[in-house]
């Protein structure tokens, strides 16, 4: 079966730090890889999606990149923090097809920005 | 562009307490539609698929029906274990990624 993992689980940063947040996906090959933003009292929110490997596309402008070196490997990176960079990170995968197929979620980095 | 609401936004029940939440969604052609659970501190974890009206999904104390403006997910005689966020979600439309989430309705079950 399909696993999702995630880490850290919660990380404190100060504004202006790096970050590198990690996402890796077992027991599939191929996958589509999402990461998302979840705040407080709202959805979830889109940021980045992959297709293959080295293949990044950004769903919203923002202090964020995101890389994917191998296939079942996602990666979030800043250079610096914001403040308004807090908030809960999502990584999902689906199937290589993106229309009618649920994403699966790891779960999730509690991120704080002091 | 696609619309999912959730109801109630909040939802207390006794243990043993049957009741449903509702989503109602607007979309441009019906895609399927995905239940997840999310536990506080967790990420969303998938539930059920339904791709038809009228199609039915079950698991444990959980029934998932689908018509073709909403959905409803039926919890008979629920535990303790069973509180937590429900959300229901669209998959992308035609050139688009993301899910379209609803804000979710929060169940509490009380022994």
């Known amino acids: 079966s399909q696993t999702i993992h995630q880490w850290p689980a919660t990380l404190v940063q100060p504004v202006g730090s790096p970050l590198s947040l990690e996402c890796t996906v077992e027991g599939t090959s191929n996958p589509n890889l999402y990461w998302y933003r979840q705040a407080a009292g709202r959805g979830l929110q889109l940021l980045f999606y992959s297709v293959g490997i080295g293949q990044i596309s950004s769903e919203v402008p923002q202090n964020l990149s995101a890389s994917r070196p191998q296939d079942r490997q996602f990666i979030l990176s800043s250079k610096k923090l914001l403040l308004s960079d807090s908030g809960f990170y999502l990584c999902a995968w689906s199937g290589s097809s993106f229309s009618n197929q649920p994403q699966h979620f790891g779960d999730g980095t509690r991120l704080s920005i002091l | 562009e696609d619309q999912v609401t959730q109801s109630p936004e909040a939802l207390r029940l006794q243990e043993g307490e049957s009741s449903s939440l509702n989503c109602s969604y607007t979309?441009?052609?019906?895609?399927?539609l995905f239940w997840y659970r999310q536990d506080p501190g967790k990420g969303p974890e998938f539930l059920f698929t339904?791709?038809?009206a009228g199609e039915e999904k079950e698991k444990e104390r959980l029934k998932a029906t689908l018509t073709k403006k909403e959905s409803f997910l039926h919890i008979t005689a629920p535990k303790p274990e069973d509180s937590a966020t429900y959300l229901c979600?669209?998959?992308?439309?035609?050139?688009?990624?993301?899910?379209?989430f609803g804000s979710g309705t929060r169940l509490q079950v009380q022994p």
């Open positions: 979600a669209v998959p992308p439309g035609t050139g688009r990624r993301a899910l379209t």
């Open positions: 339904l791709y038809s």
């Open positions: 979309v441009s052609g019906l895609r399927g």
